[in-house]
Structures are given as structure tokens and as C-alpha cells.
């Protein structure tokens, strides 16, 4: 499966973050009962894993490592290689975002194969390879991750954090796999909250198409990117 491009970076030091899921035709993350769903199939897993292939390190929200208790990692042995050629570690780093870092050292996740780094207001005593304050903006943390040497961010959800960094206006791209199944519920990729995203978001050509692709079993992959202006 071909790369997409990637978007131009930010004038901000801060790393380029691509946004990605599978989700229902309706625009779900999960069933009606909520849980750890996963949507996708061998296409999608295929998309995804080219994405992780493409990231120096992949941003989960706390909620959604609670409910899998472990990380999505590389598979293919291309893409393995891949990495490996361009003098990169085979997974890319997996940083969590908490402010109740309360996790439980029993989980998969401590056991994966990758470097474990954590965005928390204080840190924790294991587990962690290495730890960020939460400063109060995404800009602030974003550019503290692009300090540590993170250029290219894969944004894995949840909603919830989906929803924040796009509030800030911080992803710069958008590559989800729609997933023929209809729903239902509030499990919305994009979570209804007080806060709205900016009205610049919804403005004619702040998102151009980079493409579409059939990835087969009835799912298709579609492809955004962000354009500002200047």
C-alpha cells in the first residue's frame, strides 16, 4: 500500500500529527455498550501499521490503554525492515497522556516491545521509560515532544483526545478507515463537549483530500490534510 504524502509541517517545532482511526459508517468508535472494539480488518490493520511504519511515536489517551491494556504494534517484516534501514527502532514509542497515571504493571503494554514514555503532571516510580510534565497547552507539549526528537506523531485516540488537539488546531492530518457497519450510540469519534472547535476547521479548504483507497471486505481508507494559511 502506497504512503501518503506527508503534510507540510507546522511553523511551530512541534511534531506532525496524523489522526487515526477506523470508525462506523455513522461515525462510531464502538458499540452502543461501549468496550475495547476493534472495527477494522486486514486492510485496515495493513493501513495501519504503514502509519505506525511512518511515526517516530504514536500518542494514546489514558481511557483507551485502560480498556486494551496494550498498544497497537508493527508486524509486517517489511515494515520492520524498513525501519531498520533508516537506523530507527523497529516500534515507534508509545506516549501516554494521563492525569491519574494509575496503571497496573500486570498489563501487555509493560511487556511490549517499545519505549514507553508518559505526559503526566508528576511522574511515576516504574513502568515509564521517560516522563513529561503536562504542560497546560497542546502547542507547549507538542513542542517538548518535538524537542526529545519526535517529528512524526500517529494520533491514536480516544475520542476525548482526538477532540482536544483538534480543539487546539494541532493535527495536521486525517487518515481513517470507514468501516461498513452502522452503530449507533454515543460512542462518536468526535465527542459532543462545551467546548467547539474552532470555526476555522469547518472553513471552505482547511482540509484538502489526499486520496481514498478500497481496502477491500467493503472498507475504504480516505485521507486529509490540513491546510493553514501562511
Do not use: N
Not at 494520533?155 to 481513517?176: F, I, K, N, P, T
Not at 470555526?199 to 482540509?207: D, N
Amino acid at each position: 500500500m502506497p504512503q501518503s504524502p506527508t503534510p507540510t509541517r507546522p511553523t511551530l517545532s512541534r511534531p506532525c500529527v496524523r489522526l487515526v482511526l477506523a470508525i462506523s459508517l455513522d461515525g462510531r468508535l464502538a458499540p452502543h455498550e461501549g468496550g475495547a472494539a476493534q472495527l477494522g480488518g486486514e486492510g485496515d490493520r495493513r493501513a495501519l501499521e504503514q502509519a505506525l511504519a511512518w511515526g517516530d511515536a504514536c500518542l494514546i489517551g489514558a481511557g483507551t490503554l485502560r480498556a486494551h491494556q496494550c498498544t497497537c504494534l508493527i508486524r509486517s517484516p517489511q515494515l520492520l525492515e524498513q525501519r531498520r534501514s533508516e537506523g530507527r527502532a523497529e516500534q515507534p514509542a508509545a506516549v501516554v497522556v494521563s492525569r491519574s497515571p494509575d496503571f497496573s504493571s500486570t498489563w501487555r503494554f509493560f511487556d511490549q516491545p517499545l519505549q514507553r514514555w508518559l505526559l503526566a503532571p508528576e511522574p511515576v516510580d516504574q513502568g515509564f521509560d521517560r516522563w513529561f510534565p503536562l504542560a497546560p497547552t497542546w502547542p507547549d507539549r507538542l513542542k517538548a515532544l518535538g524537542a526529545a526528537g519526535i517529528q512524526r506523531l500517529v494520533l491514536l485516540g480516544g475520542a476525548q483526545l482526538s477532540a482536544d488537539l483538534l480543539q487546539a488546531d494541532c493535527v495536521d492530518a486525517l487518515q481513517l478507515t470507514l468501516v461498513p457497519q452502522l452503530l449507533g450510540g454515543r460512542f462518536s469519534w468526535l465527542p459532543c463537549t462545551d467546548v467547539p472547535l474552532p470555526a476555522v476547521l469547518a472553513q471552505p479548504g482547511a482540509w484538502q483530500s489526499d486520496g481514498a483507497e478500497d481496502l477491500g471486505d467493503g472498507e475504504w481508507l480516505v485521507r486529509y490534510r490540513r491546510i493553514r494559511s501562511g
